[in-house]
């Protein structure tokens, strides 16, 4: 039956016309490029007089998982746009009715030109994303996978962009089929490569719940940063894997060592493992990509030590319009690293920080945290802390 079902009635009563196909358009092609990122899509409903017109769109690889490098906007009842953001294959999406979807429709498209595409891991990442396998894998449940019962099986994923500061902790949603202890090998790198190493064996102990996912967080010895590959590896071992995520840590407001700045350069000074000792004239210490948000810190603890009774420690913040600002701090001299917390007028926003050592100056900085309010601290403001603005 097509649109003459509009002519069956029941009594009174219309009877709904039900959609019996949605037909993908797409005029522009289906390649994407730095010239054309961005393609429209038509959907046909049919019969045209179908009573549910209601349709939802998304950009999925070809297991049916949602990806990060394309996206689909809805414009109106029938059109979308898609853009990509990274070179791939994948499937657009239409689907016709809700809980459940009754009708699925799509199209391939391929993007290609505009770079490699990174995975967020600071997202929830379907664990059927996987680049590789190891040993035996199966599809799991909910876009997860399943590991082998008996040899090694495992999955690594590549090209994940931690940024700059990076994260140590990471969350993963595990099904296993029984409550004994599992022991789920967590790599950087893909195991067998040169470089690759083992961060973590992560114990997984959880009463069992059929088919019921439960998080477990794990904390790993080092902090991944910039673009990395993780894996994740049993022995033995039969579980149901969701994917993962990582904690997301504001770099401006954790506690960053003296060496992890972004450069340091002056007169005298030494960069060692963690701090930088030996600060003297005119040494500037930049921290870059400090995000503040719109409230602001409004204080920051130092962790040093001088010989001398006090340093004079400017902060220069220059924010992304390239307007400075400066706040001066008086720091008294400590035999030994402790911390001294300095409440400040707050700085906004995202930007470059700078610490400047005036001449002088013989300090050791292991390091700094800035905090987004004022609490007790042990060291007054000096009356000469002052501000200013200076346009670059």
């Not at 719109?294 to 920051?300: F, L, M």
């Not at 001299?333 to 007028?345: A, D, H, K, L, R």
Request: proline content about 6%; charged content about 20%.
């Amino acid at each position: 039956p097509g649109s003459t079902a509009a002519a069956e009635c029941s009594g009174s009563r219309l009877l709904p016309i039900p959609v019996r196909k949605v037909e993908l358009l797409t005029p522009e092609g289906n390649v994407m490029n730095p010239q054309r990122r961005s393609v429209m899509v038509e959907a046909r409903i049919c019969p045209a007089d179908a009573s549910d017109r209601l349709l939802s769109w998304k950009a999925v690889n070809q297991n049916g998982i949602p990806i990060s490098f394309a996206k689909v906007e809805t414009l109106d009842a029938c059109h979308a746009r898609v853009t990509a953001m990274g070179d791939g294959a994948f499937y657009v999406r239409c689907q016709s009715g809700r809980s459940p979807v009754k009708i699925i429709s799509q199209l391939e498209f391929t993007a290609e030109g505009l770079g490699q595409a990174f995975l967020n891991p600071y997202e929830f990442i379907s664990a059927g994303l996987f680049s590789e396998t190891i040993g035996e894998i199966t599809n799991g449940n909910e876009k997860g996978i399943a590991t082998a019962r008996d040899g090694v099986s495992g999955v690594i994923y590549r090209d994940l962009d931690f940024g700059e500061y990076g994260s140590d902790e990471i969350t993963v949603p595990v099904f296993a089929l029984s409550s004994d202890l599992h022991e789920i090998e967590i790599w950087q790198g893909a195991p067998g490569e040169e470089g690759s190493r083992l961060l973590l064996n992560a114990p997984y102990q959880k009463p069992s719940q059929w088919n019921v996912y439960q998080e477990e967080t794990w904390k790993l010895p080092l902090r991944l940063k910039g673009l990395t590959t993780i894996a994740f590896r049993l022995q033995s071992c039969k579980v149901h894997i969701k994917g993962f995520s990582f904690t997301y840590n504001e770099k401006a407001y954790a506690r960053l060592s003296g060496a992890e700045c972004s450069r340091v350069y002056g007169d005298s000074f030494r960069v060692e493992e963690r701090a930088i000792t030996g600060i003297g004239n005119n040494v500037t210490i930049v921290y870059e990509n400090m995000d503040f948000g719109e409230n602001g810190a409004a204080q920051v603890t130092l962790w040093g030590r001088s010989p001398l009774s006090g340093n004079t420690i400017h902060i220069h913040f220059t924010n992304a319009g390239g307007e400075t600002v400066t706040r001066v701090l008086e720091v008294p001299g400590t035999e030994s690293y402790m911390p001294q917390t300095f409440p400040i007028e707050p700085l906004t926003g995202r930007g470059m920080l700078e610490l400047i050592f005036l001449p002088g100056s013989n300090y050791d900085l292991d390091s700094l945290q800035f905090a987004p309010e004022k609490t007790d601290s042990r060291i007054e403001v000096p009356e000469k802390q002052t501000k200013k603005t200076v346009k670059k």
